[in-house]
């Protein structure tokens, strides 16, 4: 069977330079991917995942009885696991909708212990009737957009930008330079944070499958983009509504049954210029519990039912902004610049228990210098990225005080051919 695969993937690679496949009267299929390989170094370690190659940024100190900070050792490693490859369907027309469908993969697995698996990306199928389209399936969060940063980081700028992937269903209308956007969102390998332990008692803080399952309501996103001239600028809302638990051990130490749900609103506004040699965008996001898309933030609980142990939960706030420029065509020397700002929690806090990540940081900002060598089919670089987080005391207001910086240095190699 693996012989057969790899003789399948063989043949796939070796017609992925002809422009279309027939597949019949109606459906033609293009492949396209890429051959990547990473090297990466760090001087401390960072909260991060696929073992390292998607960083996030530098955990706190541990200190050890010595005074020794237990996460300041550096590491490094090489994969080639985000090595990926994709088709596109063009089908046949049903009444006046041009259909189409795209399913992509790559090698990274689930987390760090399942690397080198296939791991799905994209899967979804499309209908075009000119200025209005619908999708459904699984693609990239609406957030994350047509405005993201160019860098070889493959965690392409989080937590600063949005990033993630996940079921929905998305309608488009252009109208000239206009666009609309309406998504309902659901979702399946980037979650909210919540309790890990579905017993009621409300342990653990991780992302996973329970708070938005328990919702029964998707994440409603709208957007509008003006696009002309190389520029498109554009805004776009967010409402997420979370059910933490949907049972609670009260002081008699039943199990009740609860109704307990946090809805949030985020906000994002962007701006992107690319023509010639030039690349300049810019994002700002207003996020409230916005975690399933890999940036900081969570909740906290604000109210508790002495008898039943039902909660009621308030939303860390962050501001998140990044500006990256990049210039040339052969040689692309470019900058990436990102910063966040903990606002605190919309109502103050009851308990020390939080969901969420970094809700123990007041500021984390980053800068990162790269160049690449671009010619076609091959893209070669170098990046260097530098990292602060002030970590702290999280008061009941969700600010956090009493700072100290802690930072990594992080030093990235990569080389991609692409097909």
Not at 112 to 131: E, M
Not at 170 to 178: C, E, Q, S, T
């Amino acid at each position: 069977m693996k012989k057969i695969t790899l003789s399948l993937m063989a043949a796939l690679v070796a017609v992925s330079g002809m422009a279309q496949i027939k597949l019949g009267k109606d459906v033609s299929l293009k492949i396209y991917g890429h051959v990547r390989t990473d090297i990466y170094y760090n001087s401390r370690d960072n909260v991060q995942s696929v073992d390292g190659l998607f960083y996030s940024y530098p955990k706190d100190e541990v200190l050890d009885p010595n005074g020794n900070d237990i996460n300041g050792s550096d590491n490094s490693n090489m994969y080639a696991v985000y090595s990926r490859m994709g088709f596109d369907f063009a089908g046949p027309m049903i009444g006046k909708a041009k259909t189409s469908a795209k399913i992509e993969f790559d090698f990274r697995g689930n987390g760090n212990d399942n690397l080198s698996a296939l791991r799905l990306r994209h899967a979804y199928f499309n209908f075009d009737w000119g200025k209005n389209k619908v999708l459904v399936g699984q693609t990239s969060h609406p957030f994350f957009g047509e405005v993201s940063p160019q860098i070889l980081n493959l965690n392409t700028g989080s937590p600063f930008q949005p990033f993630g992937r996940a079921p929905q269903i998305r309608y488009r209308h252009n109208n000239g330079a206009l666009q609309l956007q309406a998504a309902a969102v659901w979702q399946s390998q980037f979650k909210s944070h919540g309790p890990t332990a579905d017993d009621g008692t409300g342990k653990g803080n991780a992302r996973n499958q329970y708070p938005h399952k328990n919702s029964n309501i998707p994440e409603l996103a709208l957007g509008i983009d003006y696009k002309a001239n190389g520029w498109i600028a554009g805004v776009g809302i967010d409402l997420l509504s979370i059910a933490p638990r949907t049972k609670a051990i009260g002081t008699d130490e039943k199990t009740y049954k609860v109704d307990e749900r946090l809805t949030t609103v985020s906000y994002e506004a962007h701006i992107k210029y690319q023509k010639d040699k030039l690349f300049f965008a810019a994002k700002s996001v207003l996020g409230s519990n916005f975690t399933h898309t890999s940036m900081l933030g969570g909740y906290g609980i604000k109210a508790e039912d002495a008898r039943t142990g039902e909660r009621e939960y308030t939303p860390f706030r962050n501001s998140s902004n990044w500006i990256n420029i990049v210039y040339g065509k052969k040689w692309k020397p470019g900058v990436f610049f990102g910063y966040i700002k903990n606002l605190g929690t919309a109502d103050d806090m009851i308990s020390s228990t939080v969901y969420g990540t970094g809700t123990n940081i007041d500021q984390l900002w980053t800068a990162t210098f790269e160049l690449t060598y671009n010619v076609p089919h091959w893209k070669i670089g170098a990046e260097y990225n530098y990292t602060s987080a002030d970590y702290g005391k999280t008061q009941k207001n969700g600010k956090v005080t009493d700072t100290h910086a802690v930072g990594n240095n992080r030093l990235v190699l990569s080389a991609t051919y692409s097909f």
